[in-house]
T-cell receptor, first 111, second 116 residues
């Protein structure tokens, strides 16, 4: 059974810092891994999608890496801003056709 | 890009009533749709997998008679919460897998259900 763990559960940083969110998964037989952002009371906003054959994806200040063999992914946020405050979820999409989500990292960026 | 919509986005109902939530793939055909539930301060948990034209597959612990899923077309799946109770209050999110790109799924915006 696929298990997804996100560390840390919560993170508070001052504005401008670079930060790394971690995601680990137990079963490497995945199609892809996706990072989402979720604001309080809102739905999911897809940030980055990494296919199983890829090593990383970049979008603006965000960079996500994937090491499938070790079951790890990181989301790097450069020059953090207060507007980045949200919960970040990673989800692995397996060959069985299901997504398993981590519990998320709640990020607070202080002005 | 591919879009998945959900309707309604918000619903408040009295205990004992049934609520239907729709999930539509707007510009692609989805032979498979997934329904997730998210309780406050928790992550999303898969409830069931819906395949067009066949019965849904429910995850362990999810009551199939309480959460009725119908996937009658390649672009629409519905989740009906029957005889809803306050403990069913949650955020329900669907996702759809593109028939031509099975390695990718697209998520809907979610439906927030509050049962009074």
């Amino acid at each position: 059974k696929q298990e997804v763990t996100q560390i840390p559960a919560a993170l508070s940083v001052p504005e401008g810092e670079n930060l790394v969110l971690n995601c680990s998964f137990t079963d490497s037989a995945i199609y892809n891994l996706q990072w989402f952002r979720q604001d309080p009371g809102k739905g999911l906003t897809s940030l980055l999608l990494i296919q199983s054959s890829q090593r990383e994806q970049t979008s603006g200040r965000l960079n996500a890496s994937l090491d499938k063999s070790s079951g790890r992914s990181t989301l790097y946020i450069a020059a953090s801003q207060p507007g980045d405050s949200a919960t970040y979820l990673c989800a692995v999409y397996t060959n069985a056709g299901k997504s398993t989500f981590g519990d998320g990292t709640t990020l607070t960026v202080k002005p | 890009g591919a879009v998945v919509s959900q309707h309604p986005s918000w619903v408040i109902c009295k205990s004992g009533t049934s609520v239907k939530i729709e999930c539509r793939s707007l510009d692609f055909q989805a032979t498979t749709m997934f329904w997730y539930r998210q309780f406050p301060k928790q992550s999303l948990m898969l409830m069931a997998t819906s395949n067009e034209g066949s019965k849904a597959t429910y995850e362990q612990g999810v009551e199939k008679d309480k959460f009725l899923i119908n996937h009658a077309s390649l672009t629409l799946s519905t989740l009906t919460v029957t005889s809803a109770h306050p403990e069913d209050s949650s955020f329900y999110i669907c996702s759809a897998r593109d028939f031509s790109q099975i390695e990718t799924q697209y998520f809907g915006p979610g439906t927030r259900l509050l049962v009074l």
